[in-house]
C-alpha cells in the first residue's frame, strides 16, 4: 500500500496520524503543503520539499527527496521566492500533480483542508489522468468556521464533490459536509491526530477528586 500524505509537516497533528501507520510497512510520503521544518515526531515517511534540508534524524526512518540545501537556514524563504517567480513550474500544486503521477499512489490522504485540501484539488485540476482515491480528513472548525466564509464557501463544496473519502474528527462537521455536497463515503469520526496513548495518559492523571483540582489548562486557535 502506497500513501501520499498532503498536509503540515510541522504539525504534531500528522506527525501522530502518519505515526499510527509506521509499523504497517506500507510505503508513505508526504507533501509539506508549506516549507517549514519536519516536527521532530515524524517517523518512516519520506517527505517531498522543494528543497531539502540536512537532517541527523536518520534514526527516525524520515527520508527527504528534494533539491539539496547545504546549510540549516534560508530554506523557507527561498522556497517561496521559487514559487512566486516560477508558479507553473516550481509552485506546490503543479509539483503535487507531477509527485502523483510518478509515485501513482493507491491513496491520497489531505489532512486538514484550506492548506491540503485546496492544494489537493488544485493537484487534481492539473492532472491530466484520472486521479487516485482522494481521503479528506477535517480538522477542527476547517468546515464550521471557513464554510460561513463566502470567500472559502464555494472552495469547500468543491473539494467535498471532489473528494471520495471523508474521516471527520467530530460528529457535528459529518452533516455539514453533507450539507456542502459530500456524495462519497464516510470512513468514521475520529481524532484529528488519531487518538491518543490511552496508558500513558493515566500515568499523568492527578490523584484525588476532579474537584480537588486547582489547575486549568485553556487551549485557543483563534
Known amino acids: 500500500m502506497r500513501i501520499l500524505f498532503v498536509a503540515m509537516a510541522n504539525s504534531v497533528h500528522t506527525a501522530r496520524w502518519i505515526g499510527q501507520l509506521t509499523e504497517t510497512g506500507w510505503d508513505l510520503h508526504l507533501l509539506p503543503v508549506e516549507e517549514y521544518r519536519l516536527h521532530a515526531e515524524l517517523r518512516n515517511v519520506t517527505v517531498h520539499p522543494l528543497l531539502k534540508q540536512r537532517s541527523a534524524r536518520r534514526e527516525s526512518g524520515v527520508r527527504q527527496r528534494g533539491i539539496w540545501w547545504p546549510v540549516r537556514w534560508g530554506a523557507v524563504r527561498l522556497g517561496a521566492v521559487i514559487e512566486q517567480v516560477l508558479p507553473t513550474l516550481m509552485g506546490r ?21 484550506q492548506h491540503a485540501g485546496y ?46 473519502y471523508y474521516i471527520a474528527d467530530c460528529r457535528r462537521d459529518v ?19 488519531g487518538g491518543f496513548d490511552i ?15 486547582r489547575v486549568i489548562a485553556l487551549k485557543g486557535t483563534h
Not at 123 to 142: L, V
Not at 178 to 185: C, H, I, R, V
Request: aromatic content about 8%.
Open 175 to 193: 452533516k455539514l459536509a453533507m450539507e456542502l455536497g459530500f456524495k462519497g463515503e464516510l470512513l468514521g469520526v475520529f481524532p484529528a491526530t
Open 93 to 113: 500544486a503543479t509539483r503535487l500533480a507531477r509527485l502523483i503521477q510518478r509515485l501513482k499512489p493507491d491513496i491520497i490522504h489531505s489532512l486538514e483542508m
Open 119 to 164: 492544494l489537493t484539488l488544485a493537484a487534481r485540476n492539473h492532472s491530466e489522468a484520472d486521479f487516485h482515491p482522494w481521503i479528506y480528513s477535517s480538522w477542527g472548525s476547517d468546515i464550521f468556521f471557513f464554510g460561513q466564509k463566502p470567500e472559502h464557501r464555494e472552495r469547500i463544496r468543491a473539494v467535498l464533490a471532489a473528494c471520495d
Open 199 to 213: 496508558e500513558r495518559m493515566q500515568r499523568l492523571r492527578a490523584s484525588g477528586s476532579v474537584s480537588s483540582r
